[in-house]
């Protein structure tokens, strides 16, 4: 705030008479007015005061005229809010009120002082006139945010501007005082010669140098703080300090040779030149660079040609070369530093030039695009390439192959083509054959793994470094199993025999693959008719043969209908899924071969004599019947009972001519002597009927009856 503005302010608190204005006639007294208000910015506040007129005979009526000193006529500052209408003053209190209002004008500022003067006017005496006064403070509270840098890296002999900005607008001056706290540095490593900041509308940046010293010295990094500080304006806010890291370097001189080499991680080389007195005055020596394998994007921040500076009293003069880390492998690159020696005339007799050999640090990898890949076994040959690429390679490098056998052997199963390959930096990558052999031998899918290693360059590393490759079998075999058969029952066993349609492999550990086969009723009964079974038999590697199985069949003696049982078929579960069954189930038919009993005699009758043809055709009857299914046994049986009928009429006829020659005196049945020989005869014939199987002849011992025999 200017003097002239504190001037007005002082007068319009002079003018104040302690709150009371007086004339011959009247006096008003003023209470509750202060003599000075606190406003904050953006804050609303009432200032209220009563006014009364003592001893006097006149009741006056005022009009109100407020006014602010210095003037804010466009309201930048405050907002004045109050009734201005006339106002009746007497003999009690009357109080007047004004709202006042502190604007936010988003400028950082000194507090404000205003005088507010209240003129009221009277009416009808403008003897009594008064003017009432008080000041109003506006207390800013923006704020000015500094900003500096938090953390900066410099290098030995340069200069830095390390500076301080903000954008806030301000109307007051403030100083910003700048120091320096030592990390592991001292004051041999820099040099600050401002201290001090003075800011000043409107400018809102200003900064300091610091030189950075350099001592001559290999060394590590180093550091120290900046620290910037506003002793006097609480509300200018600054970040604490500013962290400055001195890099490392490396210093070669060109006495101690004509070569360096120097890592691509290298930050900066210097190259300094020594005298072996020092000058009495600055001497400049020129220089100039010229490329060898190295380009313009190897290194920066030289400028050349140029000049080397060795001042008074020094001995060393030196170029400071930043060497670019470009991410790229490649190989070891150089350039050289060509110095023009002219000492106080003198023509320098050495190498007057110095070659840097920067050596490659970044890094690479290489690989197979996937870690797994499956091929078909019929694919003949499978290649893949090296596309996985990381990172950017300006060399060629070699790559070694090689293949790990698996469950697949080399040389049975596939072929390795190449065992190494060159990588051209700026070809595509060569392709990596597998000549994979088709064996059409039926087999579990097989696997083996190609590896990859970098020949020769520790700077490029594998990435997928193996590539498992799973050989897919496409050979396709199938188990022949019978549909039917059908076997007499008075064959012991059925055998039911299958073969594979192309060789199968062993299991892994050379054993066989196994058929499993289970028995199954039908009305053929496990233990009546057959022996039931589940079992495994064994399928040959490696060969096509037939193989059979045993079932055993029982006979039993009994005349009966075909009888059938199943045998179900199934592969074991870890058997190759090349391998099929073209039929699952075998129906196995019983067909029985049993007959009816038969007997036959030297001493048939005459009466008798178509008996012996009718036995004598039973056994072709019976090799008929095999032969039919069971509807031919149903005609069969009825022609034979027909037959049979016969037999029997001719039967009864000879039984009752016999009788004729019983006696019928005695109980029982009775021949004679005469007909002894012939009854054996006749009981064969009726046993024959009655299925019986044995007949006897004894003697009527009982009756003593000579000649007389019951049958």
Same mark, same amino acid.
């Given at each position: ?53 003592? @001893? ?125 706290? @030592? ?176 050596? @490659? ?83 579990? @899918? ?266």
């Amino acid at each position: 705030m200017d003097c002239s503005r504190w001037l007005a302010i002082i007068i319009g608190v002079l003018l104040v008479k302690c709150g009371t204005c007086t004339d011959n006639n009247s006096t008003v007294q003023v209470s509750g007015l202060q003599v000075e208000y606190f406003i904050p910015e953006n804050v609303t506040r009432q200032i209220c005061f009563n006014l009364t007129i003592v @001893d006097m005979n006149y009741n006056g009526n005022y009009s109100i005229n407020i006014t602010t000193n210095p003037p804010d006529p466009e309201e930048m500052d405050l907002l004045l809010d109050y009734d201005d209408s006339e106002i009746e003053l007497d003999n009690e209190e009357t109080e007047f009120c004004v709202s006042v209002m502190a604007y936010d004008d988003t400028i950082a500022e000194s507090n404000e002082s205003f005088v507010i003067s209240f003129h009221f006017v009277s009416v009808d005496a403008p003897e009594m006139n008064f003017t009432e006064s008080t000041i109003v403070t506006i207390i800013d509270n923006d704020v000015i945010n500094v900003t500096v840098n938090q953390s900066v890296t410099v290098f030995e002999g340069t200069s830095y501007q390390f500076c301080a900005e903000f954008t806030m607008e301000y109307e007051f001056e403030f100083n910003i005082e700048v120091t320096i706290t @030592d990390g592991d540095t001292d004051g041999s490593d820099y040099s600050l010669t401002q201290t001090t900041l003075t800011f000043q509308p409107p400018n809102n940046l200003m900064c300091v140098n610091i030189t950075i010293l350099d001592d001559n010295a290999a060394e590590p990094d180093e550091y120290f703080m900046i620290n910037w500080v506003a002793p006097n304006a609480s509300n200018v806010i600054i970040t604490p300090a500013t962290i400055v890291t001195i890099e490392r370097q490396i210093e070669v001189s060109l006495a101690n040779g004509t070569d360096v080499t120097v890592s691509e991680e290298t930050d900066m080389v210097r190259v300094c030149l020594q005298v072996n007195t020092p000058p009495l005055s600055t001497v400049e020596i020129g220089y100039n660079i010229t490329f060898g394998t190295a380009d313009t994007s190897d290194i920066i921040r030289v400028p050349y040609p140029g000049t080397i500076n060795i001042t008074t009293n020094e001995s060393y003069g030196c170029l400071s070369i930043v060497i670019n880390s470009d991410s790229i492998v490649e190989h070891t690159e150089n350039f050289t530093v060509v110095f023009i020696l002219n000492i106080n005339g003198a023509t320098y007799s050495g190498d007057n030039d110095i070659t840097i050999y920067i050596e @490659d640090s970044s890094a690479a990898t290489v690989g197979f695009e996937n870690a797994t890949v499956s091929v078909q076994e019929n694919v003949d040959i499978y290649s893949t390439t090296l596309e996985n690429v990381i990172g950017m390679v300006d060399v060629d490098f070699y790559v070694s192959v090689m293949a790990k056998n698996g469950s697949a052997v080399a040389g049975s199963d596939f072929i390795l083509n190449s065992t190494y390959a060159m990588i051209p930096w700026k070809l595509s990558p060569p392709a990596i054959g597998v000549s994979i052999i088709d064996d059409n031998i039926v087999e579990q @899918d097989e696997t083996f793994v190609i590896t990859l290693s970098v020949i020769n360059n520790t700077r490029i590393t594998t990435n997928i470094s193996e590539l498992e490759i799973t050989i897919v079998d496409n050979d396709r075999s199938v188990l022949s199993t019978p549909y039917s058969t059908e076997i007499p029952e008075s064959n012991s066993i059925v055998q039911l025999c299958f073969s594979p349609s192309a060789q199968i492999a062993p299991k892994s550990d050379g054993s066989n693959y196994t058929l499993n086969y289970t028995t199954v009723n039908g009305n053929a009964t496990d233990g009546q008719d057959f022996m039931g079974v589940s079992a495994t038999v064994s399928i040959p590697s490696l060969s096509t043969i037939e193989t059979c199985i045993n079932i055993s069949i029982i006979d039993d003696d009994i005349i009966e209908e075909n009888r059938l049982f199943k045998v179900q078929w199934t592969l074991e579960d870890d058997i190759p899924s090349g391998v099929t069954l073209d039929n699952g189930v075998t129906t196995v038919t019983i067909a029985d071969d049993d007959i009816e009993p038969s007997t036959s005699s030297s001493s048939t009758p005459t009466t008798t004599s178509m008996t012996p043809t009718s036995t004598t055709s039973s056994p072709t009857q019976t090799s008929t019947i095999d032969s039919f299914p069971l509807g031919t046994y149903a005609i069969i049986g009825i022609i034979v009972g027909v037959v049979a009928a016969g037999v029997c009429f001719l039967l009864i006829l000879i039984v009752i001519i016999c009788c004729i020659r019983v006696r019928t005196n005695r109980r029982g049945f009775y021949v004679t002597n005469e007909d002894k020989g012939d009854a054996p005869q006749m009981l064969r014939y009726s046993a024959s009927l009655r299925s019986l199987t044995s007949q006897t002849v004894m003697p009527v011992d009982s009756r003593e009856k000579e000649n007389e025999y019951m049958v």
